[in-house]
């Protein structure tokens, strides 16, 4: 979608550089995203929301008074870290306690529920809200699991109104859900968009036909059908809507907020054209409409589709609604002038920290942002962490050649980033571990360290996996020097952090296939007294095939899972990428101990 030459990993960071510089009115770019300019009042609950990059005005352009107070930026449709959670968390806390509500994908909601548990330990009271509007995404019975897309402008109106005026951390909470509640959106796309730097399209609809309920990343839309005309599609929106109405709504005598949105090439006349035709159609059906909006709200990049939101409000839910916002993207009413920012406590020393903090995560940033300042340690403790760098090395190797190909594996069902967020995040992990290695730091801060960027590098869900991962590895260790025994602990002490994080088990066709198989056969076989190089051999080769045999499961968990009949006969490609690394590492074992 991007015209002009870009970088693609810088392209993110750049957008929010140059977004902050247009909007000087409204945010600051703190470390992890942005925050409002106008003063926070001391006690005012904090609504930070975020998510990836490539959906504006979600999730930066609704930061501003009465709307969010705070907004963590991921890169091009990736979940920002937890990290980025924590500390965007940290900045606009002002004893009211947060809010911390996100469109409901599986990254961030892995990311946002670890930070915040990190904002809980500062000693923040922290709630979190994911929007769960899409009804394409899972059926009525299993509500939490749909996918958010443009209810989310519904809910952060209310919630952020509602901070605004006052309401404690409960009340907002109560607010937000009963908005998300009575949230119902359903979308159709007619192309695909691309990524900044490809020379393609990231998924294609056939020409003349439309996708009903495809995903703002491009997971694949649930059904197909010819493209119709305004009158037609309106009729299809409206009726399944109408369908699947909240419990307790009765369309005769509530009534209705209705937002049009426009997901990026699907413009303005024909948005309105469209908007008409809704109005018509609920008209017809005895719906009175309350407000509306129609324009882009939630974006996929230059995707051209178009989502219809019913917003079934109550006479709270209506006053907060129309109540004064002012984002950069999102205004109503009046509200007090802002103050500039260097006037306000607090505030200034954000600012000055925006040129380093905007930037999502630099490589060259990475060590900054290790928790842990290395305690220099023996050459013996030394020789480990460099072992476990080389093995971070091998990994890099691996997934860089391997990167396209998961990346087709994860189209399939998923969004296709797989293969770009696990090169991502072990370039960051191994930047980190380098630098570690070079305070001469020992494998426990190595290891705590590599987890730490790999989960704010890579984003996604994996990245939050292998990021949690890798940290209760080192945490597990006790000393520096591991036995073959303390490393099986460790390994175990992972695979429980990624089931915990995760709530995958064996059978779910995620990561934790093959991963499981890997511990249970390394455990196994040391109990038996085998070579270690045997046993880690035989281990890399049990991961490997029941990361395979995932072709046969339907998936359960994650962004695939409602695309689950699609993904039948491939590979999960987090299973995939697993077993590629575990079988990296037993060949450079294999050629070590062979040289
Ligand atoms: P995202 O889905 O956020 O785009 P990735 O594409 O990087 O993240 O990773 C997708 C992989 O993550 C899946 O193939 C699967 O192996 C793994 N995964 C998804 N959800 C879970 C989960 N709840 N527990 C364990 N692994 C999961
Ligand atoms: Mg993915």
Partial sequence: MSRLITNPEEFAADAIDGFVKAHPRHVIAIDGGVMRQAPIPE????????????????????????????????????????????RVGQAVERGGGLLLAYVNYAGDALHFSQGAERLRADGFDVRIVPVTDDIASAPSGQKDQRRGIAGALAVYKVAGAAAE???????????ALRANGRTRSLGVAFSGCTLPGADKPLFSVPDGRMALGMGLHGEPGLSEGAITDAKQLSQMLVEQLLDDLPEGVNPLTERVVVLLNGL???????????????????????????????????????????????????????????????????????LPASKPAQQQTGQLQMTTMS?????????????????????????????????????????????????????????????GDHGLGMLRGVNGALA??????????????????????????????????????LRAAGTYLKNSTPTDGD?????????????????????????????VPFQQRLESGFQAGETPDKTFQAAALASQEAALATASLLPRLGRARPHAEKSLGHPDPGAMSLAYVVMAFSKARTANSEG
């Fill in 487 to 515: 490393w099986i602990g460790a390994l175990g002490a992972a695979v429980t952090a990624v089931q915990q994080l995760g709530k995958a088990m064996p059978g779910d066709k995620t990561l934790v296939d093959a991963l």
């Fill in 43 to 86: 006690g005012q609950v904090a609504l930070v929301v975020g998510g990836g990059s490539g959906h504006y005005p979600a999730f930066a352009g609704l930061v501003g008074a009465g709307l969010a107070t705070g907004a963590a930026c991921g890169n091009i449709f990736a979940s920002p870290s937890a990290g980025q959670v924590h």
């Fill in 355 to 415: 040129t380093a903090g905007s930037r999502l995560i630099a490589r060259e940033q990475i060590s900054l942002l290790s928790p842990l300042a290395a305690k220099p340690c023996s050459l013996e403790e030394q020789a480990v962490s460099q072992q476990v760098l080389g093995d971070l090395k091998t990994s890099e190797r691996e997934l860089a050649a391997r990167e396209i190909e998961l990346g087709q594996l994860d189209a399939i069902a998923g969004d």
């Fill in 432 to 469: 980190a571990a380098q630098a570690i290695a070079d305070q001469g730091g020992d494998v426990k801060a190595l290891l705590i360290a590599a987890g730490e960027a790999w989960s704010d590098c890579g984003g996604g869900t994996s990245g939050a996996l292998w990021g949690a991962g």
């Fill in 165 to 175: 005026a006052g309401q404690s951390l409960d009340a907002v909470e109560r607010i």
């Fill in 264 to 334: 990026g090439g699907f413009k303005y006349e024909e948005l309105f054209s469209l908007f008409g035709a809704v109005a018509n159609q609920l008209q017809d059906q005895g719906v009175v409409i309350a407000d509306c909006e129609c324009g882009e709200l939630v974006t996929s990049l230059d995707m051209a589709g178009v989502s219809l939101t019913l917003f079934w409000v109550d006479p709270e839910l209506e006053e907060l609604w129309c109540a004064g916002a002012d984002s950069p993207s999102y205004r109503r009413g009046l």
